[in-house]
């Protein structure tokens, strides 16, 4: 068997081009046009309006290749395709072989008879996107939301390249993955499902091994299993029949585990088909031992939602993922593996592959894997009716079987999700036409026809109908006490922060709150006279029609009115975190009724204000930084209860742990009023209330204003978290000038800060004027008697600096600077008495 890729020496051309253009595949339109200086940035202020013209052309890319003898002269050649966007006419040396209409799948043809020895040719005409949704929108009225280009549900290509409320309407065509000729003769292995049976001792793998034979010869067949050590086993049959059976027993295995619970050892199978005593195919697939189930049981309080790897139920901590880049040609494992390490570092356990985007490539499903991510995996489908005829039904057959077949053996992969908020659509949703024909191919295709495929092809992994759900057949798909929510009465309904304590949800699948990205992000595509969040090109840059009003709205009820643009931004992303740490805390408090917390969204598809917690250029907001904290294995978290503080230790770990605090309550100017100690044993996999205070009601509502309190969380003598809590909203605190230090030293792998202040200051900030860096920590708070040491590792910085422009470069500021303080005269403190 011999294979040739065919990504190179491409060639674009369409009806208006003077010059064709050179390329490779990945390839996009719009990247080779941006790339070749024939169009500008779509990025940039308001050029996405130029997408759509761009996207209503047709395009040819074109090829050449020349074979030899050897391969022409083997019993059969496959031409392949791994992702065409979308809608392409394909000719190999001049005869048509195929028209395609589904981006999600993969179209692999024979093409023996049209191959020569020497030169061939081969072209893909992409047609127009935007003209074929017009043409069959104007046939049938399919409702979609409206931030996308009407008419989008009709064809399989990623719905938020037609626009979202995050994303731009920037359709792009193109051909997105590998291109490549496979020539063999004799046979090959068709397909390889691998399935687990635990034991004590062991575990038990079955192989069961699909064949295409081209001969009447006899085939064996070799399973080879690698441990994560090197170490290698063979199990070998003889003889082998076009569907193979074949189990390999594996002894002592080394489980896989989620982030924070375990390591992610992964064993190597390959499975070698053999015609006398020779290789005549070898497939090799990368899995990991364990078990993931999702509990959906009925319980005290309803039924379970919750996830449980190698018997062990866990909370899941995460966010949901969309799409890179819009011009997908720009993704790359590298920068994959940064946003993967990125959660890694804020300590998910778990991503949600949203449904309105692309299935990600194998890298980001390996890189899973690796870090030790389980994925939610959505079939891509979001907030839209289809219409389930013969060819709709026919591509999506394929588009799910290929995808099941190629991420079925991930470690990672933990769920697969029929849609996004369908079913939740066509119950509460008044601008989802109630039209009885669509809302029945529904059923058809995400209660019958997806779950019969995955019947045969994964009846391993948990198939659930939609997200949110309470279990499909459009029963109450918002119950809080069954299955997954949607959380977005804080955000799209204005509701406080506080609300999210009403619910106690089951899983929270989805809950968000919009942020501007960081001024440099902002500085990419604006112009000075744009930096105004109401500007045409801000708005241009904000997709949630009511979004900036919403910010606004959140502003003036929690902080004081900022004193420019850079403050409102920053006060933007301190809103997202007071908002987002409510909601987690919450739920992480009642773990065990709740077992899943999910935030909208972990990143962007271009430069924009958005729910995510890291922008389009990797930079973080104070969200993400916030997420490592509340998403860390022990969690230290404090809350009001009238006239008493509560707090409470969520310990995720699977040890107990001696929980030794320390709280103090401190005036503004950082000045201990009271304080104690309480130690506590928190079991594993809980969470505790572990004392209620009652100081509060010996401090009068002027004193609330200028008194915080202070907790810090030590296990094993070692801090693993402080944390502040203010008893008024932060726009009612008088924070005093705080005066912060920093002191900058070296060492050979980072930069060390050392900050100290002169009283209280919140949400400390550290950033560079220029460069980009990820910090141990941020967005700290700081007391006069406790110093906050802050490591800049060097590779964490995106270009070499030295110590001295580091310090030039290092801003700092907090809470105190975002406003305009015209007076310093503060209301007398008085006594708080100590019982
Ligand atoms: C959720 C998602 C997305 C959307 C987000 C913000 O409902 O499923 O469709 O972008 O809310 O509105």
């Known amino acids: 068997m011999k294979t040739i890729e065919l990504n190179r020496n491409w060639i674009l051309t369409y009806d208006d081009l003077q010059q064709p253009i050179q390329t490779e595949i990945p390839a996009s339109v719009m990247n080779d046009l941006l790339q070749n200086g024939r ?94 949704i017009k043409e069959k929108q104007k046939e049938l009225a399919l409702w979609g ?55 004590e001792e062991s575990v038990m793998l079955n192989f069961r091994i699909g064949l295409e034979k081209l001969t009447g010869q006899a085939f064996d067949m070799e399973v080879t299993i690698t441990d994560p050590n090197g170490k290698s086993e063979s199990t070998t049959k003889k003889n082998v029949a076009l569907t193979e059976e074949i189990t390999h027993k594996v002894e002592q295995p080394q489980l896989w585990w989620p982030n924070g619970y375990g390591k992610q050892p992964l064993y190597t199978a390959e499975v070698t088909l053999l015609s006398e005593g020779k290789t005549v195919h070898k497939k090799t697939i990368k899995t990991g031992l364990r078990t993931i189930r999702v509990k959906h049981e009925k319980d005290e309080w309803g039924k379970s939602f919750e996830f449980e790897v190698n018997g062990l139920s866990l909370f899941a901590m995460g966010a949901n993922y969309i799409p890179e880049d819009n011009l997908l040609a720009r993704n790359s494992r590298e920068k994959t593996k940064r946003l993967i390490t990125d959660c890694v570092d804020a300590n998910y356990n778990m991503l949600r ?7 990600p490539e194998s890298y980001f499903y390996e890189l899973c894997d690796e870090y030790g991510l389980i994925v939610w995996q ?13 060819e709709f039904r026919d591509t999506v057959v394929h588009e799910v079987i290929d995808n099941v077949k190629r991420l ?62 309470s279990g499909g057949g459009f029963d ?41 990205p960081s001024i440099k992000t902002i500085d990419t595509f604006t112009e000075p006279e744009d930096r105004n969040i109401f500007s045409r090109v801000m708005e241009k840059h904000q997709k949630n029609g009511a979004a900036n009003g919403k910010i606004l709205f959140y502003l003036s ?51 924009v204000a958005s729910w995510s917690s890291i922008d389009y250029y990797g930079r973080w907001k104070a969200l993400h930084y916030f997420a490592r904290k509340f998403y860390a294995p022990l969690l230290l978290s404090v809350r009001e209860e009238g006239e008493n503080v ?50 509060l009601k010996n401090v009068s509502a002027t004193q609330k204003r200028q008194t915080y309190l202070e907790c810090s969380l030590k296990v094993n003598d070692k801090v693993i978290s402080n944390v502040t809590h203010l008893f008024v909203k932060p726009k009612h605190f008088t924070f005093i000038d705080p005066e912060i230090q920093a002191a900058v030293s070296e060492t050979q792998d980072a930069f060390e800060i050392v900050l100290s202040s002169q009283s209280y200051a919140k949400f400390v900030e550290l950033d560079m004027t220029d460069n980009d860096c990820v910090f141990s920590d941020n967005f700290v708070d700081l007391s006069p008697d406790r110093k906050v040491t802050i490591i800049a590792e060097k590779n964490s910085i995106n270009k070499e600096v030295t110590l001295n422009t580091f310090k030039e470069q290092l801003n700092i500021r907090s809470i105190y600077d975002m406003s305009v303080h015209e007076s310093s005269n503060q209301e007398a403190y008085g006594q708080v008495s100590s019982n």
């Open 476 to 516: 109450k798909p918002r119950d809080p006490n069954r299955g997954d929510v949607h959380y977005w009465e804080v955000w799209h309904g204005l509701k406080p922060f506080t609300e999210y304590e009403k619910y106690h949800f089951r899983f929270c699948s989805e809950f968000g709150f919009q942020s501007f």
């Open 408 to 469: 079925r053996h991930h470690a990672s992969l933990g769920i697969w999700c029929g849609n996004n908020e369908i079913e939740e659509g066509w119950e509460h949703w008044e601008q989802m036409p109630n039209d009885p024909k669509r809302k029945a191919d529904y059923i058809k295709l995400f209660e019958y026809i997806i779950p019969e495929l995955l019947k045969e092809h994964d009846p391993e992994t948990f198939y659930w109908s939609s997200s949110p759900s």
């Open 646 to 695: 509560e707090i409470h230790v969520t310990n995720d770990t699977r040890e107990a742990v001696s929980a030794e605090i320390e709280w103090k309550l401190k005036k503004n100017n950082g000045e201990e009023i009271t304080g104690g100690r309480i130690s506590r044993q928190v079991s594993s996999l809980s969470a505790e209330r572990c004392d209620t205070l009652s100081f």
């Open 145 to 199: 939301v409206p931030d996308a280009e009407e008419g989008y549900p009709h064809l399989r290509k990623g719905h938020s390249m037609f626009g979202w409320d995050w994303g731009p309407r920037m359709p792009d065509l193109g051909i997105w993955r590998n291109v490549n000729l496979t020539s063999y003769s004799k046979g090959r292995i068709d397909d390889v499902y691998i399935t687990q049976q635990h034991h």
């Open 557 to 607: 009820e929690n902080f004081l009115y900022p004193k420019d643009f850079e403050s409102l931004i920053y006060a933007s992303q301190l809103l997202q975190v007071e908002a987002i740490k409510y909601g987690v805390e919450h739920w992480r408090r009642n773990r065990g009724r709740c077992m899943g917390s999910l935030y909208w969204q972990l990143n962007d598809c271009w430069p």
């Open 39 to 132: 169009i500008s940035d779509p990025f940039y202020r308001d050029n996405e309006d130029q997408a759509i013209e761009i996207a209503s052309k047709d395009y040819l890319y074109e090829t050449s290749f020349s074979l030899d003898d050897e391969m022409i002269n083997e019993d059969s050649i496959k031409l392949r395709f791994q992702g065409l966007d979308t809608l392409a006419e394909i000719k190999l040396n001049g005869s048509l072989i195929s028209h395609t209409n589904n981006m999600h799948r993969m179209y692999e043809f024979e093409v023996k008879e049209l191959l020569n020895t020497g030169e061939n040719h081969l072209s893909v005409k992409l047609k127009s996107p935007i003209n074929y």
């Open 378 to 390: 959505d079939f891509m489908f979001a907030c839209s009716t289809y219409d389930l005829n013969d």
């Open 353 to 359: 592959v949203w449904g309105g985007g692309i299935y």
